[in-house]
């Protein structure tokens, strides 16, 4: 019978077979049916035989021990639990009596420690006396139906020994004993205080949960990775087919059967390989979710079951201390788990179509003339570009690219210095090429076009750099509450989809976009509970999970891309694994958090273990944020106006910036980001603008000024980039988001 059914059947239980009244004194005779004492009192009275009684219920004559007296039978403790409980189950109709005043109460606790009910008005009374501090009370009206069972299994006092107390644990025997136990049948057996034993019980069960919770964020970060090897797959899937498409487009129209076999080939082969990892995923999430079932259990257990009831055999802890010094599977992310994708070209058709004048382009214009164009770009753009226009597709009669389809772009300086980025080669389908490259350098370049390293005729030719111009694009957002509306907005960042997340600081919520502003989801409130947020500003993404510096909860808390709450590390303090109103957050090259936290600079696994600090003691006044650009940390000081550069093990290299408005200089600079040339954003909030400094602290350009039109800033707080290369900006004062290109 199930404990509901048994509830609502109780009071079958609880009435003595002959008065039919609630049970008094419950006594058991050796036939196992229980009858009030003063009931049978009154049946050995009238039999006339004051040495046996008959049984009402099955008729049978026993003899009763002692010379008669009644009192030396077995009482029915169970039938005691069940009275004891019925007040519980009666209160919302009678109310229950007070075990300390003896008032009849609705509003009533039950301490499953003292084993007895306490009103609300000597409930405070109980919770402050010391010798109380480890009981565990439960208001009635929060009672489920385990908690009843619970009380029904109360062996408080020792069965064989009636109203001894379980004091002693045997630790030969595993079972809570009194002291006449002790000295009759576990004389020599190890034994401890009751209390103590149920101290060391409780401790493994926590253990157990912490192991437990341990393994669960294994899990999770296990789902993450296999979640990204299901992407990757799907990346690999797409390369392969680039490359098929870029080879089959030299073929004729013949072998396009053959191009979409080998498609269909990869793409069965990327869905086998998806399904063997979502499989896996699902096992694992089966048995997180066995865990924090167990994890639940632990919980309730501890919070609710007296010493001698956590000390009782129990099988279910028994497993759990199993499965904690189980050793953990792991599975294997970077074994077989994911296929190698590549594509294997058929040489010998391509010689043989190649040599059969198959593939070839006709010319469109004189083969002994070339015309090379450079094009310097100074407005929307992200670092220094230039476009390098090749009209025809070979130069002074020279094929322009190679053997391995590759065109070589060799940009060099005044001095003889590289400074150019990898090319981009963009096919204009129409016999010409563009190529675009990024420059390291201001000035005039000098241009070659190179084929197997070898400088083609009619170049180098000269190119014109000049700093770029952030030019604005686009704005949302304004003050207020309601979605897609912002109050003093912090930190942002961007995750691999493009998707933009802004820490609303003074809404206390996080709020998610697209690249144009529309609103997607907001999730958060003010509070400090799981998922609540007091003053968010840090915030940045790793694995597609979004990582929150809680600020005014001292806290950094985790949410996947839909926030959802994951976990959370952090407690207020000024140790070296406790935090101080943490700030800015990022993500190092190792994929630990980057923390900027008052007066200094820590660095925590994502689980939240404390790795180590940068710099110093005394090396900070405020520092705000800190990310890791090469092998050096960058850090932006508030209160000395100024960046700080350290080496990879946190040894101070040099600063840049110094209090003032001029280029170069800052006045309490905020967040900082790289962008795709190399150079630092730094937002100067009091100068209201963005600068641009290379890494060494060469100041290069800046952008915005005080205002609220398009492109001015009252406040700017935090930079992030988009994949275009695009940047977008915070404004605090303002309560918008702006996006440059």
């Not at 006594?27 to 049946?43: A, E, G, N, W």
């Not at 009275?83 to 075990?99: F, M, N, R, Y």
């Not at 057996?189 to 912490?210: M, P, V, Y």
């Not at 990898?422 to 350098?441: L, R, T, V």
Request: charge should be neutral.
């Amino acid at each position: 019978m199930d404990i509901k059914t048994f509830l609502d059947n109780i009071y079958e239980h609880v009435c003595c077979p002959v008065c039919t009244n609630r049970f008094t004194d419950p006594k058991s005779l050796p036939c196992l049916h229980s009858f009030c004492l003063h009931c049978l009192q009154r049946i050995q009275a009238t039999s006339g035989t004051p040495d046996t009684i008959l049984c009402p219920e099955c008729r049978r004559n026993f003899t009763i021990p002692g010379n008669g007296d009644l009192n030396t039978l077995p009482t029915n403790f169970r039938l005691n639990s069940l009275l004891d409980a019925l007040p519980g189950i009666e209160c919302k109709t009678s109310g229950v009596k007070c075990g300390n005043c003896d008032k009849s109460r609705q509003e009533a606790a039950y301490c499953f420690t003292c084993c007895s009910f306490w009103c609300n008005d000597c409930l405070p009374l109980h919770n402050g006396i010391k010798t109380f501090k480890e009981h565990h009370a439960l208001a009635l009206k929060e009672f489920g139906d385990e908690d009843f069972e619970n009380i029904f299994k109360q062996p408080t006092f020792c069965a064989k020994h009636e109203k001894k107390e379980l004091e002693l644990f045997c630790r030969v025997c595993k079972i809570a004993i009194c002291n006449s136990c002790a000295l009759i049948d576990h004389e020599g057996h190890a034994k401890i205080a009751l209390e103590d034993a149920a101290k060391e019980q409780r401790f493994r069960i926590n253990s157990a949960i912490e192991a437990k919770k341990g393994k669960a964020l294994k899990k999770v970060t296990t789902i993450a990775k296999l979640g990204e090897n299901c992407t990757q797959v799907q990346e690999d899937a797409a390369r392969v087919k680039s490359d098929v498409q870029q080879f089959t487009d030299n073929l004729i129209a013949a072998i396009e059967a053959k191009k979409n076999k080998i498609f269909d080939e990869v793409d069965k082969k990327a869905k086998q390989c998806r399904e063997q990892l979502g499989d896996k995923s699902q096992k694992i999430e089966e048995k997180m979710k066995k865990d924090q079932t167990a994890i639940e259990k632990c919980d309730k257990m501890l919070k609710r079951s007296t010493n001698a009831q956590i000390m009782q055999p129990n099988e279910f802890l028994d497993q759990l201390f199993r499965e904690e010094s189980e050793q953990e599977d792991t599975v294997d992310l970077d074994g077989e788990n994911v296929i190698d994708f590549a594509y294997e070209r058929n040489e010998v058709l391509f010689n043989y179509v190649n040599a059969e004048q198959l593939g070839f382009l006709k010319i469109k214009t004189n083969p002994k003339e070339s015309t090379v164009e450079g094009k310097g770009i100074s407005e929307g753009t992200v670092g220094l570009l230039a476009e390098i226009v090749v009209i025809t597709r070979s130069i002074m009669g020279e094929q322009l690219y190679d053997e391995n389809n590759r065109v070589t772009l060799e940009i060099r300086n005044h001095e003889g210095h590289d400074c150019s980025t990898e090319p981009q080669i963009h096919d204009n389908k129409d016999g010409s090429y563009k190529i675009s490259y990024f420059a390291k350098e201001t000035g005039t370049c000098q241009a070659s076009v190179k084929v197997n390293g070898q400088h083609v005729r009619g170049s180098p030719f000269k190119t014109e750099f000049k700093p770029r111009l952030f030019k604005h694009v686009l704005s949302f957002g304004k003050q207020g509450s309601a979605p897609g509306k912002f109050n003093s907005p912090w930190g942002i960042a961007v995750n691999d989809k493009d998707e933009i997340a802004v820490a609303d600081s003074d809404n206390h919520r996080i709020q998610v976009f697209l690249a144009d502003g529309t609103h997607l989801r907001s999730f958060g409130r003010k509070g400090n509970q799981q998922g609540q947020f007091k003053s968010p500003r840090g915030i940045t993404f790793y694995n597609n999970n979004i990582i929150v510096a809680d600020t005014d909860n001292h806290r950094i808390q985790i949410f996947d891309d839909q926030g959802h709450y994951l976990h959370q590390f952090g407690v207020e303090g000024k140790l070296s694994h406790q935090l101080d109103s943490p700030f800015g957050l990022s993500i190092d090259s190792d994929g630990n958090i980057i923390v900027a936290d008052i007066n200094s600079i820590k660095i925590f696994t994502l689980d939240g273990r404390f790795l180590r600090r940068i710099g110093e003691e005394g090396s900070f006044n405020d520092p705000i944020h800190c990310i890791q650009h090469d092998n050096n940390f960058i850090v932006s000081d508030n209160k000395e106006h100024c960046i700080k550069v350290f080496d990879k093990q946190g040894k101070f290299l040099y600063n840049f910036g110094m209090k003032g408005d001029r280029n170069g200089e800052l006045n309490s600079p905020r967040c900082l980001s790289v962008d795709k040339a190399g150079q630092v954003l730094v937002c100067d909030l009091s100068n209201k603008r963005v600068r641009v400094f290379k890494p060494n602290g060469k100041f290069i350009t800046k952008f915005g000024a005080s205002g609220t039109e398009k492109g001015k800033f009252n406040g700017p707080i935090s930079t992030a980039l988009l994949s275009d290369g695009r940047v977008i900006v915070t404004e605090f004062y303002n309560h918008q988001v702006h996006v440059f290109e």
